[in-house]
């Protein structure tokens, strides 16, 4: 039971380009999120899904794009990216049973440099 | 908007004295009231949670306390060692799909 893993660690980029960053759970969470930490900022919600097909925008979905097609699956891209999204991305999942609030698990992170 | 607000953003003490970290929030639908630890580097991870219908939880040298009257909760650490230096963020949620982080305390256990 790997928890929450995403690929890759670590990247590098150049502004314009594009990527995707994988997030995985095997855990048969219904809800899954991603944020982007800055220093100073906390975690700030960036697209979320409650199940596979749905997404939704989160505090600051600009530059992004998500997709949930598979429940295990959720995937982050950057279409062109922008200094401004260097940052540490965090995806997490939770359960997500109905009427029950629980807790988020976190993935390791993954840390963005555009130059 | 929801809201949590955290104070203080930094705190000092020394190996074996407590810390104290506030937060308040604005929802009060909120009902679940995790805390994580996130070690430099490292994934922020849950280290005690409360929720709306206990005033009060207490796990070995970690407490959380609620007040719901003041929308108010805080996490207590006592006999604090240098492993415990790390940001803490506090959350609410309110059952539905989004949780509210505070901004993050960072602390330092000085040895």
């Known amino acids: 039971n790997a928890g929450v893993t995403q690929t890759p660690k670590f990247r590098v980029l150049k502004t314009g380009q594009s990527m995707t960053l994988l997030c995985a759970q095997d855990m048969n969470h219904e809800y899954m999120y991603w944020y982007r930490q800055d220093p100073g900022m906390g975690l700030r919600l960036i697209h979320y899904?409650?199940?596979?097909?749905?997404?939704a925008k989160g505090e600051v979905p600009d530059g992004y794009n998500v997709s949930r097609l598979k429940k295990q699956n959720f995937l982050l891209g950057l279409e062109s990216a922008a200094p401004s999204q260097t940052s540490v991305y965090f995806c997490?999942?939770?359960?997500?049973?109905?009427?029950?609030?629980?807790?988020?698990?976190f993935g390791p992170g993954t840390r963005l440099t555009v130059l | 908007g929801e809201n949590v607000e955290q104070h203080p953003s930094t705190l000092s003490v020394q190996e074996g004295d407590s810390a104290v970290i506030k937060c308040t929030y604005s929802?009060?639908?909120?009902?679940?009231f995790p805390w994580y630890k996130q070690e430099l580097g490292k994934r922020p991870q849950l280290i005690i949670d409360?929720?709306?219908?206990?005033g009060e939880k207490k796990d070995q040298r970690i407490a959380v306390t609620l007040n719901k009257t003041a929308k108010h909760f805080s996490l207590h650490i006592t006999e604090t060692q240098p492993e415990d230096s790390a940001v803490y963020f506090c959350?609410?949620?309110?059952?539905?799909?989004?949780?509210?982080f505070g901004a993050g305390t960072r602390l330092f256990v000085k040895a």
């Open positions: 899904s409650v199940g596979e097909g749905t997404t």
């Open positions: 929802d009060s639908a909120s009902n679940y």
């Open positions: 997490a999942s939770r359960l997500g049973l109905a009427g029950i609030t629980d807790t988020q698990y």
């Open positions: 409360i929720r709306s219908n206990v």
């Open positions: 959350a609410a949620s309110t059952g539905g799909f989004k949780t509210i």
